[in-house]
């Protein structure tokens, strides 16, 4: 690609290179010579893009958590996050390549001004919704600092919804690939009542081994 981009370049420098000539000569020239004239063809190699994408895309803007599961010592909300599908158009694929899906949550923030509930509060249980054979894998169940333990961390940095291992290998067996997660948003049994919101941020990666 880089060496077709040169060639091309040169020559169209060639070119105006001589018609700059020609119009200097044709100053000097008193009876300049009608059937004295030369013509250069250009030749230029231009590769094809690469068609297709490698895109995300989310089945709602929303989901609604309800309390199901409180108990003497926490509240617990539960819900579960819309369909996200990725989907791989590309007709070449890279070798050694993966791409995967994260998301991270920002606080819950409370509409009348109620303190803010962290995102180490919310957790999920990610699955995935189109049949493979291990192509792609759900994350890792991600829990809630109430729940405690190595993975009670909540989704306050980018966790892993889903993972292709080998993005050709995926895109070979399916091109379109659907997983969600089950939500759960644990509190303080002293949270403070009422509506709060918060921003689950989705994010589709490539990366090479």
């Known amino acids: 690609m880089m060496k077709k981009g040169t060639v091309a370049r040169c020559a169209v420098g060639i070119v105006g290179g001589l018609m700059l000539a020609g119009v200097g000569t044709a100053a000097f020239a008193e009876f300049p010579n009608a059937d ?11 590769a094809p893009t690469q068609s297709g994408a490698l895109s995300l895309t989310v089945a709602g803007t929303q989901t609604t958590l309800t ?43 409370g509409t009348a001004g109620q303190p803010n509930i962290t995102p180490d509060h919310l957790g999920w249980t990610p699955q995935v919704l189109t049949p493979n054979n291990g192509e792609v894998s759900e ?7 109430i729940d405690g333990g190595a993975n009670g961390v909540g989704l306050v940095s980018q966790e892993l919804l889903a993972l292709s291992l080998d993005s050709a ?3 070979a067996t399916s091109g379109q690939w659907t997983a969600n997660a089950d939500l759960v948003l644990k509190t303080p049994v002293t949270v403070a009542p009422g ?15």
């Open 139 to 145: 994350g890792d169940a991600v829990g809630t600092s």
């Open 36 to 46: 004295d004239a030369g013509a250069v063809d250009v030749t230029v190699d231009i």
């Open 169 to 171: 290998d995926a895109q």
């Open 195 to 209: 509506s709060y919101t918060s921003t689950l941020t989705l994010s589709l990666f490539e990366d090479a081994y």
């Open 67 to 109: 309390e199901n599961g409180t108990t003497a010592s926490f509240r617990q909300f539960t819900g579960a996050l819309p369909n996200v599908t990725v989907t791989d158009t590309r007709t070449d694929v890279p070798a050694g390549v993966f791409w995967y899906v994260t998301g991270q949550a920002s606080d819950f923030v």
